[in-house]
Antibody, heavy 119, light 107 residues
Framework: EVHLVESGGGLFQPGGSLRLSCAASEFTFSSYWMHWVRQAPGKGLVWVSHINSDGSSTSYADSVKGRFTISRDNAKNTLYLQMNSLRVEDTAVYYC????????????WGQGTLVTVSS | EIVMTQSPATLSVSPGERATLSCRAS??????FAWYQQKPGQAPRLLIFGASTRATGIPARFSGSGSGTEFTLTISSLQSEDFAVYYC?????????FGPGTKVDIK
């Protein structure tokens, strides 16, 4: 069965940086677009970023553009999200998820990792 | 950006009853539309894609309909494990956007 496991969350200060990872297994990682979706405590789902299957194309929500960078290492079956210039409003559970194509449904999700930005 | 709205915000249903959830898009998304279920402390799970196709392993009591701007998720006979929050999503226009969710709770 498809397995996605996020890591790297924790408590961070405003203005700080962190890198989230998402380890993928039990599917051909290099064939799928990957996404980050976040959910603030008690709130709904918000798409953050995606990357195409070979890493040559990325896209970001306006709220994170210029601060977050998505990347992937297909040899390691791992997706990343570099988060810089953190803001309190970035506090959320961050999920990685996959789609079969760019603009498709998110068919498998990881369990999420909580990022808390607070002084 | 396409705005997705869901109604009602909360739906109170007795086990065994039918539940009907609605989602509206601010402009047409044709059938590039999905429903997700999320239980407390868990990740969302894909239920329906293409507006009406059940995802792998999803029971037949879940059905989706609609196209364009109006969509419906029907749960024909609610089971205890179906009490959760349901989100709709459009993936026709980038960025993909989600609705605010409908919470289905026990009446």
């Amino acid at each position: 069965e498809v397995h996605l496991v996020e890591s790297g969350g924790g408590l961070f200060q405003p203005g700080g940086s962190l890198r989230l990872s998402c380890a993928a297994s039990e599917f051909t990682f290099s064939s799928y677009w990957m996404h980050w979706v976040r959910q603030a405590p008690g709130k709904g789902l918000v798409w953050v970023s995606h990357i195409n299957s070979d890493g040559s194309s990325t896209s970001y929500a306006d709220s994170v553009k210029g601060r977050f960078t998505i990347s992937r290492d297909n040899a390691k079956n791992t997706l990343y999200l570099q988060m810089n210039s953190l803001r309190v409003e970035d506090t959320a559970v961050y999920y990685c998820a996959r789609t079969g194509g760019g603009d498709g449904p998110l068919d498998y999700w990881g369990q999420g990792t909580l990022v808390t930005v607070s002084s | 950006e396409i705005v997705m709205t869901q109604s009602p915000a909360t739906l109170s249903v007795s086990p065994g009853e039918r539940a009907t959830l609605s989602c509206r898009a601010s402009q047409s998304v044709i059938s590039n539309f999905a429903w997700y279920q999320q239980k407390p402390g868990q990740a969302p799970r894909l239920l329906i894609f293409g507006a009406s196709t059940r995802a792998t392993g999803i029971p037949a009591r879940f059905s989706g309909s609609g196209s364009g701007t109006e969509f419906t998720l029907t749960i024909s006979s609610l089971q205890s494990e179906d009490f959760a929050v349901y989100y709709c999503q459009q993936y026709f226009h980038w960025p993909s956007t989600f609705g605010p969710g409908t919470k289905v709770d026990i009446k």
